[in-house]
Every structure is written in structure tokens, then in C-alpha cells.
């Protein structure tokens, strides 16, 4: 089942430079900055009552997040969507003709769980399920 929007990701060239429009601009804090190398991106969370924006930088030109930088620019990239059962939700997906970018979920920031749906059979949304991962139990 999902439980709410987890996170809305962003792409940005250079999280150095975008960070001052979200903590002078909009005034949020910034909670943790993380690398994360199953996607080569550096990510940086922002919390915004239930939930978090997600800046995502290109660690290389073989990111996901180059790639998409170079196709589209700079923009929301992702919505994700916290689930109690990822597994379920990815097998609920497939079964109604989804792509599943990841047939079975890989660890992404914060030692979450995630997992994509390709945005051309979900009609132009990258789309994110996360869950908790089991060795780690704060938000991100
Ligand atoms: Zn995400």
C-alpha cells in the first residue's frame, strides 16, 4: 500500500549552487547530504512538513542524472512514493503492463529500499517507490 509522497527529486547541475535558492530563497535547512553510488548521484534532503525534496547532481556523465540533465534540463525529475511493501507494489505495477526499471529493489540514500517505473508507461513521471530499509529507521 502507499502511505504518502516520500520525496520529490530535482535535478540540479551543481547541488553547491541550487542549495542557496532552497535555504536563503525558501529558507529550509538542509538535513543531509549523501552520495550514492548504485545511481552515481550526490543528493542532498530538504524537509518540508511530510516530506522531503531531493536535490540529485550527476557524480559522472554516466549518471542517470547526466543523462537526463542532458535530455530535458534542469527540473523535477522524480516523485516518490513511500510504501509498506515494495515488492507488492512492484509485482501490482508489472502486472498492469508498468516497466520496471528495477525488477527488484536497490538500496538507495538513506539505506532505503527503491526501485523506478519507467516514465513512458507512467505517463511522463519517473516514479519512485521506496520503503525503510531494515538496518535503518530515520526518514530520508
Ligand atoms: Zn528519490
Do not use: W
Amino acid at each position: 500500500m502507499l502511505e504518502k509522497i516520500d520525496h520529490i527529486g530535482i535535478a540540479v547541475h551543481s547541488i553547491d549552487k541550487a542549495r542557496s535558492f532552497y535555504e536563503h530563497a525558501l529558507g529550509l535547512t538542509c538535513e543531509k547530504m549523501e552520495t550514492v553510488d548504485s545511481q552515481k548521484v550526490k543528493t542532498a534532503f530538504y524537509r518540508v512538513g511530510e516530506l522531503h525534496i531531493e536535490l540529485l547532481e550527476p557524480l559522472d556523465e554516466t549518471s542517470p542524472i547526466a543523462v537526463f540533465l542532458a535530455k530535458k534540463g534542469e527540473g523535477i525529475h522524480h516523485i516518490a512514493y513511500k510504501t509498506d511493501d515494495i515488492r507488492a507494489q512492484l509485482d501490482q505495477a508489472e502486472q498492469q503492463g508498468c516497466h520496471l526499471i528495477h525488477k527488484a529493489p536497490i538500496t538507495g540514500a538513506g539505506g532505503k529500499k527503491v526501485a523506478f517505473l519507467h516514465p513512458k508507461s507512467t505517463f511522463g513521471v519517473l516514479t519512485e517507490f521506496c520503503m525503510k530499509g531494515k538496518d535503518n529507521d530515520h526518514a530520508g
